[in-house]
Every structure is written in C-alpha cells, then in structure tokens.
C-alpha cells in the first residue's frame, strides 16, 4: 500500500480544502494510505503529520482557508531543512508528496522532487501567476470579491462624485486588478507589468469627467511600483486639476476568505482527483494545471523560477472599455 502525504503552502486560497477532499477521498478510493501534513513545509521538517480517512475531510469542501494550516518556511529554502523534511517523510515509509500552493511551494515541491521524492503539485494562489496553468485555485473566488466591493464602492462613488482607488491584492503580477477592472467597469487600472506615472492617471480621470462621468473607479495592484498611496498623495496635492473627490479602500487580505464559490470547488477537485491519478500512474514531479479545458501535467522544472505573463491585450480591452 502506497503511504502518500500531502500539505498546503504560502498563502492561503479558497479551494484549498476542496483539493485537500479530493486528493484524501481518491488515495482512499484507490487503496492509499493517506496522511495530512499540518502547517506547511515547517510541519513536515516537524514530523507534524495526521492520518486522514475519507470522513476525516466531510464538510469541508466549502470551507475557506486550509484546515490543514500553512506557512511560509525560510528553513525549507535551504539544503538542510529539505533534507530535515526528506527524513521525517522516509522516516515513517511515506512514498509520495503532493503539495497544494503556489509558486513558492511549487519551488520546493520541485526541490523535493529533485533530491528522488515523487512529488505532485497542485496550482493554488489568488495571483494566478503560475506557469503550467490557466487559472489557479482561489482565483476566481478572490476575483468575485474583489468585484463585490468594487460594485459596493462605485454606489458610494455615484452618491457622492467621487474617485475610488481600489488596491487589490497580487503581489507582482496584475491579473486580479486588471480582471477586477474588466468586470468592475473602472475607468482607469494600475497594474505592475505596465509602468505608468501619476500625472498619466490623473489624465484618464480628466477624460472620464470631461466625457459626463460624475465618478470613477480606479483599480491598483498590490506590488505595482506606483502605489494607491502615492496616487492618493499626488491626487491630494493636485486636486483641483482632478475634478474628483478621492478615496482609497485597500481589500488587502479580506480577498483570500470567505467560502470559495463552485467554479473554485470544482476546479479544486478536478485538481485534487488528478494529481492521485497521476501518481497512481507513476507520474510525478509535475504540476496539475487546467489547460484550456483539460486538467494536464506540466513538469515543475518548467515551472520553477517563471511567473505567468499577463496578456496585454486584455490590458488594451480595459482601456477602450473605460470610455
């Protein structure tokens, strides 16, 4: 009987306990002996490892977070805490690995996988930044939550005249702003791919007023180089060249809670079923991605180092939309 663990990483999505469900239900389905690792890459250099039956993970398919817990481990990042958590898996006859995050965890996944573990990840992060993957889980749920607030801002937005700059989260990449743009109908969009200046807002916002609009919404990423505030202080500074009273409402991490929403627990199973199919198959050392509309491996060597490219031409679709 194969003895196969499996843990969540880095930062916490919806969804992540749906794949947990699926991955756990499918190893028991197939004869697995499956096992859950608490807190991430420093519970397994800890030994902190569960076993897990099928009702171990009921009623969790609609629970937002990881009820395994996570972490973010500077020990894991070095040689010997990799061999420290290579131990404790060989330690108690544990075959296989499958972690479920993104691309930090997907980086010692990989790391893992490079020293003989057979190991298989799962693409998991809000960002969605991983190569090997269209969407990740947790994207969309944090996507809808950051366009129910958008939607909530621009009522306030209307009744008042004002200007919103909406920070959404993302890291470096721009995704979850510009898609919140798209859906949200904002007038303007920061995003980190496209360097961009105050004064080059501060035009599409002119524009949008001289065009009748009464109010705007402008959407920021998280890590792009100019910030919400720095947009909010050069905006104070230069206000009467506006038009717009302005306000500024950071989601922050509001965006990774909540219960994911079906598209999230759907893809989180898809995901979760696959990667036991695959190493049930012999096959590891892979991320399990959606492609188009099928759930494909792609080996992690390929995904190690490489954030997923925002496509522009969105970026050009947010811009002829705002008119």
Known sequence: MKRVAVLTSGGDSPGMN??????????????FEMFGVRRGYAGLM?????????RDVGGIIHQGGTVLGTSRCEEFKTVAGQHKALAELRSRDLSA??????????????????????????ASTIDNDLVGTDVSIGTTTALDTALDAIDRLRVTAASHQRAFLV??????????????????GAEAVVVP????????????LR???????????????????????????????HGERLGFDLRVSRLGHIQRGGAPGAYDRLLATR????????????????????????VKGTPLSEIVDRSRPLDMRLLDLA???AA
Do not use: W
């Open 18 to 31: 749906a794949a947990t469900r699926a991955v756990v239900r499918t190893g028991v389905s197939r004869g």
């Open 46 to 54: 800890d030994g902190d490892l569960v076993p897990l039956g099928a």
């Open 167 to 184: 920070e959404v989260m993302g890291r470096h990449c721009g995704y979850l702003a510009l898609m919140a743009a798209i859906a949200g």
């Open 319 to 321: 811009n002829v939309l």
């Open 207 to 237: 524009s949008a007023r001289q065009r009748g609009k009464s109010h705007a919404i402008v959407v920021v990423a998280e890590g792009s180089k100019l910030g919400a505030e720095e947009l909010a202080r050069y905006f104070r500074e």
């Open 97 to 122: 690995l499958i972690v479920i995050g993104g691309n930090g965890s997907q980086a010692g996944a990989h790391a893992l996988a490079a020293q003989g573990l057979p190991v298989v990840g799962i």
């Open 193 to 204: 791919e496209v360097p961009t200046d105050p004064e080059s807002v501060a035009l599409q």
């Open 271 to 294: 995901f979760g079923a696959a990667a036991i199919e695959r190493l049930d198959a012999g096959e590891h050392g892979i991320l399990i991605g959606l492609h188009g509309s099928e």
